[in-house]
T-cell receptor, first 113, second 115 residues
Framework: AQSVTQLGSHVSVSEGALVLLRCNYS??????LFWYVQYPNQGLQLLLK??????LVKGINGFEAEFKKSETSFHLTKPSAHMSDAAEYFC???????????FGTGTRLKVLA | DAGVIQSPRHEVTEMGQEVTLRCKPI?????LFWYRQTMMRGLELLIY????????DSGMPEDRFSAKMPNASFSTLKIQPSEPRDSAVYFC?????????????FGPGTRLTVT
C-alpha cells in the first residue's frame, strides 16, 4: 500500500525567502515520486520526478527535491521564492508495477511581497 | 502537441440532468485517467483506461457515473442523473506507461456545478 502526507496545507513565505514544502510517503515497492503544481483554474503541471538514480532531482522554475529513503521523504525546495510561485503543490507517489498515483492533499503556497 | 483537451471547461446543470464530460488525450499516449477534485476529498482517481480498455473503475462513486473510451483519441465521463454533491472539478490525464510509471499530463479540467 502507498500513501502520501504533506505537512502544512498552507505555507507563507516572503519573496526571496527559501521555499520548503514537505512530503513524506509510504510505499511497499520502490517508489516513484512526483511534485506537481496547480495554478488557479488550471490543471496540474509536473515540476519534477524521481524514479531511479540520483536522489537530488532538479525541476522547472528553480525547484528541486531530494529523495531520502531513510526518512521516507521527498521535500520540495526553492532557494528564493518569487511571486509567480504562488500556487498549490501536490506530492504524489507511485511505483514499479502500479499505474496509480496517490496524491497528497496539497500545500497552498502564498508568497508575500 | 496541444496537450490534453477537455470540454466543456465549465458546466452548470440542474439536479437530475445528464452531464457528459469529454477528453482528448495526447496523441500516442496509451493510458487515460479521470480524476475528481474537491475541497473535501482532494484529488481522487475515478477510472483508469489502458489501450482503451477500462482497467480499474474502483474509484467511480456509484452507478450514476460511467466512462467510455471508444478509441485512442476520445473518452467521455457521464453522470446520469446528476446531483449537487457531484459538483467538482473533473480532470482528465494521459500518459504513456509502456510498462513503466511515467508522468501524467493533465488537462485544464471541467468545473461542474450541479444546482
Amino acid at each position: 500500500a502507498q500513501s502520501v502526507t504533506q505537512l502544512g496545507s498552507h505555507v507563507s513565505v516572503s519573496e526571496g525567502a527559501l521555499v520548503l514544502l514537505r512530503c513524506n510517503y509510504s510505499s511497499s515497492v520502490p517508489p516513484y515520486l512526483f511534485w506537481y503544481v496547480q495554478y488557479p483554474n488550471q490543471g496540474l503541471q509536473l515540476l519534477l520526478k524521481y524514479t531511479t538514480g540520483a536522489t537530488l532531482v532538479k525541476g522547472i522554475n528553480g525547484f528541486e527535491a531530494e529523495f531520502k529513503k531513510s526518512e521516507t521523504s521527498f521535500h520540495l525546495t526553492k532557494p528564493s521564492a518569487h511571486m509567480s510561485d504562488a500556487a498549490e503543490y501536490f506530492c504524489a507517489v507511485s511505483g514499479t508495477g502500479t499505474y496509480k498515483y496517490i496524491f497528497g492533499t496539497g500545500t497552498r503556497l502564498k508568497v508575500l511581497a | 502537441d496541444a496537450g490534453v483537451i477537455q470540454s466543456p471547461r465549465h458546466e452548470v446543470t440542474e439536479m437530475g440532468q445528464e452531464v457528459t464530460l469529454r477528453c482528448k488525450p495526447i496523441s500516442g499516449h496509451n493510458s487515460l485517467f479521470w480524476y475528481r477534485q474537491t475541497m473535501m476529498r482532494g484529488l481522487e482517481l475515478l477510472i483508469y483506461f489502458n489501450n482503451n480498455v477500462p482497467i480499474d473503475d474502483s474509484g467511480m462513486p456509484e452507478d450514476r457515473f460511467s466512462a467510455k473510451m471508444p478509441n485512442a483519441s476520445f473518452s467521455t465521463l457521464k453522470i446520469q442523473p446528476s446531483e449537487p454533491r457531484d459538483s467538482a472539478v473533473y480532470f482528465c490525464a494521459s500518459s504513456n506507461l509502456a510498462g513503466k510509471v511515467d508522468e501524467q499530463y493533465f488537462g485544464p479540467g471541467t468545473r461542474l456545478t450541479v444546482t
